[in-house]
C-alpha cells in the first residue's frame, strides 16, 4: 500500500501570507497526486490533480508541483476564505489520502 | 448540474449491516466511475470503494474488503454500498464522489455525506 504523509499536520498563517504544504509518497507515483479542500461540514472540494493542473474555477493563488514522492501545494496569497484542511490524495495505485493540514488564522 | 445525494445512513450496533444509496443526476450515470469516500468524526478522509462506469469493475480498501460492497443501478441512477458485518471503527460520514471526468481517476464531485454510526 502507498502511505501519504503531509507535513506540517496544522498551519497558522495571516491573510496574504505565502503558504507551503508538503505531501510525500511512500513510493513513486508519477504526477498522479491530487489536492483537496475541506471546510467544517463540508464535503471536500478537488483543487488539483496531476500534481499541477488546476480544477475548473480554482483560484490561480493555488498552485500545486511536485513528482514521483514530493508534492507541494502553495497558496501564494493566503485569503479568508482559504482557511480549511487540504488533504493531499495519490491515484496511482486504488487512492489514499494524506492525514490532512489545516490552515488556521494566525 | 452534477447533483449527488446520500441516503441510509444510521445507528446500527457492531456486527449488523446497512444500506447505503447515492442519487445521481444531471449527467450520463454510467459514463463515470464512482466511489465512496469516509470521514470519521473530526478524522481525515479514507477512500473505501470504486465502481467503474459500466459496474464490471470494482476495487476496495482492505479495511473493508470481505464486508462491504458496491454497485450501481443505470436504471435508477443510484449508487449503493452494502455494509455487513459493521464494526464500530466504520463510524463515519460517508461520502459518494464521481470521477471528475472520464478520464481524471479522482473524486471531482461530492454529495453531503451520511453518518453512519456503529455502537451498541
Known amino acids: 500500500d502507498i502511505q501519504m504523509t503531509q507535513s506540517p499536520s496544522t498551519l497558522s498563517a495571516s491573510v496574504g501570507d505565502r503558504v507551503t504544504i508538503t505531501c510525500r509518497a511512500s513510493q513513486g507515483i508519477n504526477y498522479w497526486l491530487a489536492w483537496y479542500q475541506q471546510k467544517p461540514g463540508k464535503a471536500p472540494k478537488l483543487l488539483i490533480y496531476?500534481?499541477?493542473i488546476l480544477d475548473t474555477g480554482v483560484p490561480s493563488r493555488f498552485s500545486g508541483s511536485g513528482s514521483e514522492t514530493e508534492f507541494t501545494l502553495t497558496i501564494s496569497s493566503l485569503q479568508p476564505d482559504d482557511f480549511a484542511t487540504y488533504y493531499c490524495q495519490q491515484y496511482n495505485t486504488l487512492w489514499t489520502f494524506g492525514q490532512g493540514t489545516k490552515v488556521e488564522i494566525k | 448540474e452534477v447533483q449527488l445525494v446520500e441516503s441510509g445512513g444510521d445507528l446500527v450496533q457492531p456486527g449488523g449491516s446497512l444500506r447505503l444509496a447515492c442519487a445521481a443526476s444531471g449527467f450520463t450515470f454510467s459514463n463515470y466511475a464512482m466511489s465512496w469516500v469516509r470521514q470519521a468524526p473530526g478524522k481525515g478522509l479514507q477512500w473505501v470503494s470504486t465502481i467503474s462506469g459500466s459496474g464490471s469493475t470494482t476495487y476496495y480498501a482492505d479495511s473493508v474488503k470481505g464486508r462491504f460492497t458496491i454497485s450501481r443501478d443505470k436504471s435508477t441512477n443510484t449508487l449503493y454500498l452494502q455494509m455487513n458485518s459493521l464494526r464500530t471503527e466504520d463510524t463515519a460520514f460517508y461520502f459518494c464522489?464521481?470521477?471528475?471526468?472520464?478520464?481524471?481517476?479522482?473524486?471531482?464531485?461530492w454529495g453531503q455525506g451520511t453518518l453512519v454510526a456503529v455502537s451498541s
Open positions: 464522489a464521481r470521477d471528475r471526468s472520464r478520464t481524471t481517476v479522482v473524486q471531482g464531485y
Open positions: 496531476k500534481a499541477s
